[in-house]
């Protein structure tokens, strides 16, 4: 049991947009900056987003993050069959001093 | 460019223990602080330990306090995750993650290596 909530799967037709929610409590999603992980099979997370709608260098501007009280959303558009793999929120946790993750989210582009 | 390389993996009975290493190179070790990661077969992402930059400061997850122990050589350019009393559970792939941040605390995880599999079983 994941401390953050994503929905197992989302899946959306090629070129159309989805979001992936993530869901927490004031310890963690409510007071600290969420980050996104995407993660193809066999290979090693990516880090997408930081500090909740932060693109690092080199991640397209399809992708973006943002955050509203205990719950923080990863949107998608432009879907490609290259963005098929499973995403991961992450997010500090005051109240057990330690990262959290949630249990991942499989995006699926039909 | 930024490389983390994870070596020590493999198979260790119940009861005991491995070392594990985490190679790093492309930027300057001592100036970040670092994390452990693991991933069980098929399921989600776990953090398992973090260690500050001049190891002043570690945290452990609950699943593995007491039993693995997190440190780093800084001159070496080395992390390394010491697990004693290994179980069942703790089979998974570890994978090594730099941790960088616009605060004092939490942050995010911008370079992972590729990790290695431990697996516990008799």
């Known amino acids: 049991q994941s401390v953050l909530t994503q929905p197992p799967s989302v899946s959306a037709a090629p070129g159309q947009k989805v979001t992936i929610s993530c869901s927490g409590s004031?310890?963690?999603?409510?007071?600290?900056?969420v980050s996104w992980y995407r993660q193809l099979p066999g290979t090693a997370p990516k880090l997408l987003i930081y500090?909740?709608?932060e693109r690092p260098s080199g991640i397209p501007d399809r992708l973006s993050g943002s955050k509203s009280g205990t719950s923080a959303t990863l949107g998608i558009t432009g879907l490609q069959t290259g963005d098929e793999a499973d995403y991961y929120c992450?997010?500090?946790?005051?109240?057990?001093?330690?990262?959290?993750f949630g249990g991942g989210t499989k995006l699926t582009v039909l | 460019e930024v490389q983390l390389v994870e070596s020590g993996g493999g198979l260790v009975q119940p009861g005991g223990s491995l070392r594990l290493s985490c190679a790093a190179s492309?930027?300057?070790?001592?100036?970040?602080?670092m994390n452990w990661v693991r991933q069980a077969p098929g399921k989600g992402l776990e953090w398992v330990s973090y260690?500050?930059?001049?190891?002043?400061?570690?945290y452990y997850a609950d699943s593995v306090k007491g039993r693995f122990t997190i440190s780093r050589d800084n001159a070496k350019n080395s992390l390394y995750l010491q697990m004693n009393s290994l179980r069942a559970e703790d089979t998974a792939v570890y994978y090594c993650?730099?941790?960088?941040?616009?605060?004092?605390?939490?942050?995010?995880?911008?370079?992972w290596g590729q990790g290695t599999l431990v697996t516990v079983s008799s």
């Open positions: 993650a730099r941790r960088s941040s616009s605060t004092s605390t939490g942050g995010y995880f911008d370079y």
């Open positions: 492309g930027f300057t070790f001592s100036a970040y602080s």
């Open positions: 260690i500050s930059r001049t190891s002043s400061t570690i």
């Open positions: 004031s310890s963690n999603i409510g007071n600290n900056y």
């Open positions: 500090d909740n709608y």
């Open positions: 992450g997010t500090w946790d005051s109240s057990l001093s330690g990262w959290v």
